[in-house]
Nanobody, 131 residues
Framework: QSQVVESGGGLVQPGGSLRLSCTAS??????????VGWFRQAPGRDREGVAC???????TYTDSAKGRFTISRGDAGKTVYLQMNSLKPEDAGTYSC???????????????????????WGKGTQVTVSS
């Protein structure tokens, strides 16, 4: 069955970089027709939208990510990336990707923390930023 799968998380020191991948899994399932977003949740904190991208490439970012993070699409239509540079301890958390056919990026990235209406949610990949 169709699902999205995250990869690329790990442990980095402050100032380091990571590149996360969100990949569509399942025959005939492509992300190129969906709005895709990256969300993070730290222990004891609400989930927040970090970066979102439309099928046409329009992007939106949370203020803390602007200038440091970049969301982009791969050439084959099955992958969305999140390049994270100059990482800070407050960037740590579980990063999940979501895909939805109807939401625009500006709406997807500001959904309530308890929103569960996404068409697809991944299980998440852990990002730890520590010395």
């Amino acid at each position: 069955q169709s699902q999205v799968v995250e990869s690329g998380g790990g442990l980095v020191q402050p100032g380091g970089s990571l590149r996360l991948s969100c990949t569509a899994s399942g025959s005939g399932f492509l992300l190129e027709y969906f709005t895709v977003g990256w969300f993070r949740q730290a222990p004891g904190r609400d989930r927040e939208g970090v970066a979102c991208i439309s099928a046409s490439g329009e992007t939106t970012y949370t203020d803390s990510a602007k200038g440091r993070f970049t969301i982009s699409r791969g050439d084959a239509g099955k992958t969305v990336y999140l390049q994270m540079n100059s990482l800070k301890p407050e960037d740590a958390g579980t990063y999940s990707c979501a895909a939805d056919y109807t939401l625009i990026p500006q709406a997807m990235c500001v959904v309530r923390p308890d929103y569960t209406g996404m068409d697809y949610w991944g299980k998440g990949t852990q990002v730890t930023v520590s010395s």
